[in-house]
T-cell receptor
């Protein structure tokens, strides 16, 4: 079955380290999104992509980067992890073409010590 | 950009009662409004959505209403059950851009 997966599901790292979170979808969706979820803030958009080689900043993009080299993957990189980036990270995808429903991955819980 | 506000932040109801969650948005160009349910430790999942050319949509015990003039939309759950206990998020977006702006969430507790 087509799906969207994230890895790792849990990660502990130290401040200053570079961390990459993986997101992979098998629906052949054009649109992919990264959100972070923190208590009291709901889901906030970090970066998004409408297709291969396309990336865009969301509302909380500082300290994060993404790249889209193929349709299936949108890895999220924390350049130099900070304690403020401790959060749950969700990847989502949608097909575009006026089919707006976003489907979420299972999430990655990141702890920065 | 768009600003979505959601109320209340927590809601406790007795099993069988109705629950209403309200959201307002700021961008009059927003035209798609989904609602997501997130159970503890799980991913958000779409439960219902509405487009701006429709005022109301129902799916069994769940309904969503939209008032474009006032820029607010609401989720209505009737005959609540314990399995409805979860965090609910509203969102707003524009068709062509497909970016979602989420509300801060409502934690619904249905007491047996």
């Amino acid at each position: 079955d087509a799906e969207i997966t994230q890895s790792p599901r849990h990660k502990i790292t130290e401040t200053g380290r570079q961390v990459t979170l993986a997101c992979h979808q098998t629906w052949n969706h054009n649109n992919m999104f990264w959100y972070r979820q923190d208590l009291g803030h709901g889901l906030r958009l970090i970066h998004y992509s409408y297709g291969v080689q396309d990336t865009n900043k969301g509302e909380v993009s500082d300290g994060y980067s993404v790249s889209r080299s193929n349709t299936e993957d949108l890895p999220l990189t924390l350049e130099s992890a900070a304690s403020s980036q401790t959060s749950v990270y969700f990847c989502a995808s949608s097909s575009g073409a006026r089919k707006e429903t976003q489907y979420f991955g299972p999430g990655t819980r990141l702890l920065v010590l | 950009g768009e600003n979505v506000e959601q109320h209340p932040s927590t809601l406790s109801v007795q099993e069988g009662d109705s629950a209403v969650i309200k959201c307002t948005y700021s961008d009059s160009a927003s035209n798609y409004f989904p609602w997501y349910k997130q159970e503890l430790g799980k991913r958000p999942q779409l439960i219902i959505d509405i487009r701006s050319n429709v005022g109301e949509k129902k799916d069994q015990r769940i309904a969503v209403t939209l008032n474009k003039t006032a820029k607010h939309f609401s989720l209505h759950i009737t005959e609540t059950q314990p399995e409805d206990s979860a965090v609910y998020f509203c969102a707003a977006s524009k068709y062509n851009f497909n970016k979602f702006y989420f509300g801060s969430g409502t934690k619904l507790n249905v007491k047996p």
